[in-house]
């Protein structure tokens, strides 16, 4: 171990270097300026102690370095190597889990359970996330959503001086009231066992070690493992597992799948491609499919229940067509809706046309143009002979009685010469 850096041994360091220290050892030179320093005050002794811990400084530098952040180097390295590992072991199982499916000619009763979290806040540094809602969707492709579990929580408190950042991020998404006065399973515990309980259910492995597989969002991965790891943390259970994978890659593995299933050219097919269709959330307004809160509140875009179920139809949107599976609504579709809105009758769009509002769809305009028919532009209707349809031929000429030369008419005054004027129009004016 290298001698501990301070400004004593500095002070003997520089001493060594003058005619009275030159030539003793190290033990001598310490001992004679143990007296010397014992008689020096702070002032004194500064440069000696701060030129010690720029020493130490530079040393520890030189051994470890850090990022700016001040966590070291090695440790943010290998966090990002085990981030990568972590990432490829998950594409493999994905694709694992979809090759199995194929390879037993069942790919459409494959069965992928999708879950989402809404979160009050979050810690800076571990990533854990205090829950809000929690939902889960069984999902295969020939049955669509098989079933959904959804719950409110209410995880009692929020992290402390949080309470700002939370009112914000529940303002613009979720709009859940805050701890103390959220709603819905207060007993962190028991909500945990019911949740690992339905997952259990979904599972299609007979093995009970096996861990628990759950698709999300990438944009959601953080939150969903963040919420999991505060559930578990409150809970007796142990030894169960939950994975979180990424949905958009399966949905991307799944197409492809299936595409080559149903005989179909998946060249075309790549993450970015289906990512793109996948964020195209075309179901995202649909009401119908939101827990009651966010029903009630106009905030089903952000609900999880809806947020799951819309991956459901997303997927079947995509591939019961490849697989010839009749969409059922509720199940590949947003359920049919009864209208909120009340359509014009016929007999109101009758009594407009025969009003004084003439002007778009009078019953001669309408008349007119189911007898439409299309002029060639391009065909040119004027007689060559004529001489009126080619004023430069002559036809400049004034006629008795008529209009003066064409000269004058050049004084950029309104009346038009015949050369502006459409022929046919022309004819039949002359
Ligand atoms: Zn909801």
Avoid at 221 to 233: D, E, I, N, Q, T
């Amino acid at each position: 171990m290298p001698p501990k850096k301070n400004g004593f041994m500095a002070f003997v360091q520089d001493w060594r270097n003058t005619a009275e220290g030159r030539g003793l050892t190290l033990p001598q030179a310490v001992a004679r300026c143990g007296g010397i320093w014992s008689n020096m005050n702070a002032q004194q002794r500064g440069p000696y102690n701060s030129r010690a811990k720029d020493a130490e400084i530079a040393e520890r530098g030189a051994r470890e370095r850090m990022t700016s952040t001040g966590q070291l180097v090695s440790t943010v390295e290998s966090q990002q190597r085990e981030a990568v590992q972590q990432n490829t072991q998950m594409k493999c199982n994905i694709e694992r889990i979809v090759m199995k499916g194929k390879a037993q000619y069942d790919l459409e009763n494959s069965k992928f359970v999708f879950a989402a979290f809404n979160y009050f806040d979050k810690t800076k540094k571990d990533g854990i996330y205090t829950p809000a809602e929690f939902a889960a969707c069984l999902f295969s492709i020939k049955s669509g959503k098989i079933s959904v579990y959804s719950s409110l929580i209410n995880p009692g408190q929020i992290m402390f001086g949080q309470s700002n950042d939370a009112k914000l991020h529940a303002d613009s998404t979720h709009y859940l009231p805050l701890p103390p006065k959220a709603l819905g399973e207060t007993d962190m515990g028991k909500l945990y066992i019911n949740i690992v309980q339905y997952l259990r259910g979904c599972q299609v492995s007979d093995n009970p070690n096996d861990p628990l597989i759950v698709f999300t969002s990438t944009e959601l991965m953080p939150v969903v493992k963040g919420c999991f790891r505060y559930l578990a943390s409150d809970s007796d259970i142990e030894d169960t597992e939950i994975l979180v994978y990424d949905i958009q890659y399966l949905f991307y593995i799944l197409k492809k799948e299936v595409m080559e299933i149903a005989d179909l050219k998946s060249t075309g097919i790549n993450k970015s491609v289906t990512d793109a269709v996948f964020i195209n959330d075309y179901y995202e307004y649909n009401s119908g499919i939101s827990c009651q809160y966010h029903e009630d509140n106009d905030r089903c875009r952000y609900c999880a229940h809806s947020l799951v179920s819309r991956w459901a139809f997303i997927f079947s949107d995509y591939m019961c067509g490849d697989l010839a599976i009749k969409p059922i609504p509720g199940k590949h579709l947003p359920p049919k809706e009864e209208r909120k809105f009340q359509v014009i009758s016929d007999q109101r769009e009758a009594d407009i046309t025969s009003s004084s509002f003439v002007s778009c769809e009078s019953p001669e305009r309408l008349e007119n143009k189911n007898k439409y028919s299309p002029t060639d532009s391009t065909a040119f209707a004027a007689c060559i002979n004529k001489e009126d349809d080619f004023p430069t031929l002559g036809g400049r000429k004034p006629k008795p009685n008529q209009r003066p030369p064409l000269s004058n008419n050049f004084r950029a005054t309104s009346q038009k010469s015949d050369w502006n004027i459409p022929s046919t129009r022309r004819s039949a004016k002359d």
